[in-house]
């Protein structure tokens, strides 16, 4: 039996850097193992520092990042911001969306998603074949809009959501 508190969402400061960088790790090969290359997850580990470093500039920078965080330490975060694509007439972005796996379905995804993108018009990019994503996204009001594109990682897909 877990003591574990519930998670409590908060914005991130640039102290969670070394912490949101391990979870970044962990949470991609929750989510990823078997849906991409096995050496790409691995070869992530070899960069800790390097990660660490790039989520403490992040941080500093001010950007819109969440965690969510429970008397284990961080279990999820959500980053978004201004959209990236110049052919996508939607200005906010879902750059992402990560829970640690025993945290799925709990709520918590949802949790940190309604902090970070609300009820606004957005789009994000998803691995394709990561079904329990796309289908979470579609629960959320997206849908794919069949703009694909090819990365080490595998192929990603975008998805879109008008305002409501």
């Not at 998670?7 to 989510?31: F, I, N």
């Not at 520092?49 to 819109?64: A, G, K, P, Q, S």
């Not at 069949?146 to 975008?158: A, M, P, S």
């Amino acid at each position: 039996m877990t003591t574990s508190s519930p998670p409590v969402v908060r914005r991130a400061t640039p102290a969670d850097a070394e912490a949101l960088a391990h979870l970044h790790l962990d949470v991609w090969d929750d989510a990823y193992t078997g849906l991409m290359p096995q050496s790409i997850l691995d070869d992530r580990h070899d960069e800790v520092e390097d990660r660490v470093e790039r989520w403490r500039t992040i941080l500093t920078d001010n950007h819109d990042t969440l965690v969510a965080e429970d008397g284990e330490g961080l279990v999820g975060f959500a980053s978004s911001g201004p959209g990236r694509d110049a052919d996508v007439d939607t200005e906010l972005e879902l750059w992402a969306l990560y829970v640690r796996a025993r945290l799925w379905g709990s709520g918590l995804g949802y949790a940190l998603f309604s902090e970070a993108i609300g009820d606004r018009a957005a789009y994000l990019w998803v691995l394709a074949g990561n079904e329990r994503s796309i289908r979470f996204y579609e629960r959320q009001g997206f849908r794919l809009d069949g703009t694909r594109d090819e990365h080490d990682e595998g192929l990603h897909v975008r998805m879109l959501r008008a305002g409501t």
